[in-house]
């Protein structure tokens, strides 16, 4: 169904909803306080639904301007999952539905689409007088809901990431808004096709690692203001990655478990055997499957960061630096040669050319532990780096804040004294704005218009994040020419920007 065709439906059933109301009784009289009428709910098909897309959906499901009525994994019923807290994603259903004893008699962590009927089934039923409702359906292969689920308006995708693109690109060219985890995609050119699409196509289109970060335009304020002179460095570290990374693909072969669609799952991605150490939360740290620690947390910190400071252009170069690891082969102690997963750790340095305000800036990303020295003002203060964090280096001073720009100060503590007294209010000020994770992209999407987290605004930090795993794999500094999409200097890591697709798959 097309776009129009689903506004004027939307338009006409809640017209009459209206006038029918106001002949009869007022429709708050009706619904209750809060109400809002079928007509005017935002209907998602819920794509995902693993440890993060059912912990997303217990939240997503209690906003009255949403109905989510289907939803798809290749994974039928496991609890074979892994996340940071074993029992996080069960007490988060339980809380939701208000049954204490929700999986009582699971071992394990539960995750696929007969979970998440499950919740959405027995949420709606929980708010409903008759506490009865049937209304949500169950797919293995998203490319069936979009075809079969009519009135559907948007969906959103909590896949692993190398089916992100695939998934977003269908259900725009079906009509459909989307919201998505990060990142866009995990190639480049499979991130450039899906931001081509949603303008060429005029879908809502929302990447929810978007959010408002006050402290980073507080540290534009205090650099433009010259508090630190020129900037020159920005740094951003991480201590991800929180799971597993191997240096070779493994050679066990078990068997599929039952009720899951490995050939799904796989995507675009060409045939391999099956192993658990590729699913679930554990997809992130292989090439194939994932984009590294810097998408999965980089996205967080870079996009807000290159919003607010109107960085709209990817690097000229990239040097990355990773972990090396040793095998002992008879005897030998010989180097490893990974091409095929993430490193343990990683620095990566991307030069960024002159834009708007700016000069040219040094951005490096540190993650697996890694971070940048400690600097001498915060020596002089006693203290260290945490774990996580951000540093804004200028000629003549620092600015140091939380990972994602919260909470800056100008370093050491005797020179934020000196430039603004008693900071404290502004900044706890600054803090407290901000609005719903989800109200933008649900009144975007209402109104047919783009979010500010729309996929057309996050172009350039995506290609700056996935050119991060371009340079580890390339195992050189590259130079990017943007406007042709080549690596100009290696023309061999040109073949790290889109993947060999499997028939059937192809973008």
């Known amino acids: 169904m097309s776009p129009e065709k689903k506004m004027n439906r939307r338009k006409f059933l809640g017209a009459t909803a209206a006038t029918f109301a106001a002949t009869i009784v007022p429709r ?3 619904g209750g306080p809060g109400y809002i009428a079928p007509s005017d709910k935002i209907n998602i098909g819920y794509i995902g639904c693993g440890t993060q897309g059912i912990r997303e959906m217990t939240r997503l499901i209690t906003n009255p301007e949403i109905q989510i009525t289907s939803v798809c994994d290749p994974n039928q019923n496991s609890t074979d999952y892994v996340d940071w807290s074993l029992h996080d994603i069960r ?5 939701l539905l208000e049954m204490p004893a929700w999986g009582e008699g699971l071992k394990g962590i539960p995750g696929g689409r007969e979970i998440g009927q499950e919740v959405v089934e027995k949420y709606y039923a929980k708010e409903r007088a008759s506490k009865s409702y049937k209304g949500c359906a169950s797919y293995t292969d998203f490319r069936e809901l979009l075809e079969k689920e009519k009135d559907l308006d948007a969906v959103k995708v909590m896949t692993p990431d190398h089916l992100h693109a695939a998934v977003s690109i269908a259900a725009m060219e079906k009509g459909k808004h989307v919201v998505i985890h990060k990142p866009i995609a995990n190639r480049i050119y499979e991130a450039r096709k899906t931001i081509e699409t949603a303008q060429k196509t005029g879908m809502s289109t929302h990447l929810l690692a978007w959010s408002q970060r006050p402290g980073l335009a507080l540290i534009k304020d205090w650099i433009k203001d010259g508090a630190i002179g020129t900037l020159r460095e920005i740094h951003n570290w991480s201590n991800r990655p929180v799971w597993p990374q191997w240096t070779a693909n493994p050679v066990e072969t078990p068997p599929i478990p039952k009720g899951f669609d490995w050939d799904l799952w796989l995507g675009p991605v060409p045939d391999r055997p099956y192993h658990p150490n590729y699913t679930h939360a554990v997809f992130r740290g292989w090439y194939d499957f994932g984009a ?15 919003m607010a400071f109107g960085l709209n252009k990817p690097p000229v170069s990239v040097e990355a630096y990773g972990t090396t690891t040793c095998k002992i082969v008879n005897h030998e102690s010989l180097e490893e040669e990974n091409h095929v ?4 750790s ?3 340095r991307f030069k960024l050319p002159a834009q708007g305000e700016w000069s040219p800036l040094d951005l490096f990303w540190y993650d ?3 971070k940048p020295s400690t600097p001498d003002e915060l020596e002089v203060d006693n203290e260290t780096l945490s774990r996580e964090g951000m540093m804004f280096v200028g000629d003549r001073g620092k600015i140091l804040a939380g990972f994602r720009g919260e909470d800056p100060k100008l370093i050491p503590e005797k020179r934020m004294r000196e430039y603004l007294g008693d900071p404290s209010e502004e900044t706890d000020q600054q803090q407290r704005r901000g609005g719903s994770r989800d109200s933008a992209w649900i009144e975007a999407f209402k109104a047919g218009t783009q979010s500010p987290g729309s996929f057309l605004n996050a172009g350039a930090v995506t290609e700056t994040i996935l050119l991060g795993a371009v340079a580890l794999r390339a195992g050189e500094k590259i130079l990017w020419d943007a406007e042709n999409i080549k690596v100009t200097n290696m023309a061999e890591a040109n073949k790290y920007l889109s993947r060999e697709y499997r028939k059937g798959w192809e973008l």
């Open 368 to 370: 697996g532990g890694m």
């Open 346 to 348: 990683s620095i990566i």
């Open 91 to 95: 007490d988060s259903i339980r809380d």
């Open 341 to 344: 997963a993430f490193p343990h």
């Open 292 to 306: 590294g620690s810097i998408a999965d947390m980089g996205t967080y910190s870079l996009w807000p960061l290159f």
């Open 28 to 30: 708050h009289v009706l």
